[in-house]
Each structure stands twice: as structure tokens, then as C-alpha cells.
Antibody, heavy 120, light 110 residues
Framework: DVQLLESGGGLVQPGGSLRLSCGAS????????MSWVRQAPGKGLDWVST????????YYADSVKGRFTLSRDISKNTLYLQMNSLRAEDTAVYYC?????????????WGQGTVVTVSS | QSALTQPPSASGSPGQSLTISCTGS?????????VSWYQQHPGKAPKLMIY???KRPSGVPDRFSGSKSGNTASLTVSGLQAEDEADYYC??????????FGGGTSVTVL
């Protein structure tokens, strides 16, 4: 089965940085749009960022623009989310998601998530 | 971008049909046919159930169907089953490379 596996979550102080990784098994990141979606404790889903199929463009929610950077390393088949200037409201489970269907803005493959806690 | 509006909860008996609404605006649901629905069981990752308003990914039962009228999209679950008890989220393209989710609906099978 295709699998996405997130890592890099943890506890970080406000203002700190963290880099999340999303590795893929039996799936090639290149050629697919990849995204991060987060879910704060007890809350709903919240789109964070997407990198397009070519990898040349990344898009961000207003709430993270200027603080988060999405990138991918095709050679390592890994997606990264660099998170800087973290705030308490960034506390959430962060899911890596892929679009393999011929469509836009629909995520048909998801990882199990990695927990980010921003607290002093 | 504002979240799409969903009822917080919905319920139905086994075998019944249940419809969940997702209300947006002319800036998202009303303009774009990139409306998706996700099912999420407690402690699990979301699962795509519907995309492009009405399309079902392979493996999703045809009991699940989607529709849209104006600024409101809907997910209908026919022949409700116990395993359908979960949280459901809608999402829509909001233009300018933005995506917005609904607040989620908790479905209870009575």
C-alpha cells in the first residue's frame, strides 16, 4: 500500500522553529501535488500549504504565510515543512497529504500525522 | 479566508438517509466545483469520500453522494450504517491558490 509517514513533530517554545518531514513509501512525490493540513486539538481541519505538481510553486494559508516554507527533495522522496516563529495557535496534528487523482484540491492519500505543541 | 459553515452535528438511524450541508460564498463553493468531503474517525487520518462535488474515489461506497446548489454543497449518506459514525468535513477551492475547510459535522448513528 502507498504510505506517507510524517516525522519531526514535538514540543517547541513560542518563537521557535521546527521542520516536519513527510516520507513516502511505494509512492513517488514528484509529479504529485503535496500538502500539509493541520488539526488543532478538538478542532477541525485547517489547510496549511501546498506545493504544485512541478514543485516550482508553493501556496500558503494567510495564517502561516511568511513563517512556514514548504519544499521537497525528489532524490529523498521527502516533503518538508519548515516552521519558524511558531505560535501557540500553531499547536496541532500536522498531516501530510497527496493528490493523485486527476483533479485539484482533493487529497486522496494521507499520513497518520505528527504532533506539534508550541508552549513555554 | 473564512471557514465554510457546517452543522455541528447530525444523526440518523441505521438504514435511513442523512444529508450534511456545507455553506460557503460566491468566493468559494458558489464559483468552484472543487468541493470535497472527508470522513474522519476518532484518532485517524481523514479519508476522501467525494471530490469535484459529485465524484467518488475508488473504494468509496455508492451510498455516499455529493451535490451543490448555489453557495451550498451537500453530502448525502444513504442506507446509514454503524461504521458511518464519524466526523465529516467539506472543503472548497477559494481561488488564488487557497483552500478552505468547513468546521466539521459529527455524525451519530442512533
Amino acid at each position: 500500500d502507498v504510505q506517507l509517514l510524517e516525522s519531526g513533530g514535538g514540543l517547541v517554545q513560542p518563537g521557535g522553529s521546527l521542520r516536519l518531514s513527510c516520507g513516502a513509501s511505494r509512492f513517488t512525490l514528484g509529479g504529485h501535488a503535496m500538502s500539509w493540513v493541520r488539526q488543532a486539538p478538538g478542532k477541525g481541519l485547517d489547510w496549511v500549504s501546498t506545493i504544485n505538481t512541478s514543485g516550482r510553486s508553493s501556496y500558503y494559508a494567510d495564517s502561516v504565510k511568511g513563517r512556514f516554507t514548504l519544499s521537497r527533495d525528489i532524490s529523498k522522496n521527502t516533503l518538508y515543512l519548515q516552521m519558524n516563529s511558531l505560535r501557540a495557535e500553531d499547536t496541532a496534528v500536522y498531516y501530510c497529504a497527496a493528490r493523485t487523482l486527476v483533479t485539484s484540491w482533493a487529497f486522496d492519500i494521507w499520513g497518520q500525522g505528527t504532533v506539534v505543541t508550541v508552549s513555554s | 479566508q473564512s471557514a465554510l459553515t457546517q452543522p455541528p452535528s447530525a444523526s440518523g438511524s441505521p438504514g435511513q438517509s442523512l444529508t450534511i450541508s456545507c455553506t460557503g460564498s460566491s468566493g468559494d463553493v458558489g464559483t468552484y466545483n472543487y468541493v470535497s468531503w472527508y470522513q474522519q474517525h476518532p484518532g485517524k487520518a481523514p479519508k476522501l469520500m467525494i471530490y469535484e462535488v459529485t465524484k467518488r474515489p475508488s473504494g468509496v461506497p455508492d451510498r455516499f453522494s455529493g451535490s451543490k446548489s448555489g453557495n451550498t454543497a451537500s453530502l448525502t449518506v444513504s442506507g446509514l450504517q454503524a461504521e458511518d459514525e464519524a466526523d465529516y468535513y467539506c472543503s472548497s477551492s477559494a481561488g488564488s491558490n487557497n483552500l478552505v475547510f468547513g468546521g466539521g459535522t459529527s455524525v451519530t448513528v442512533l
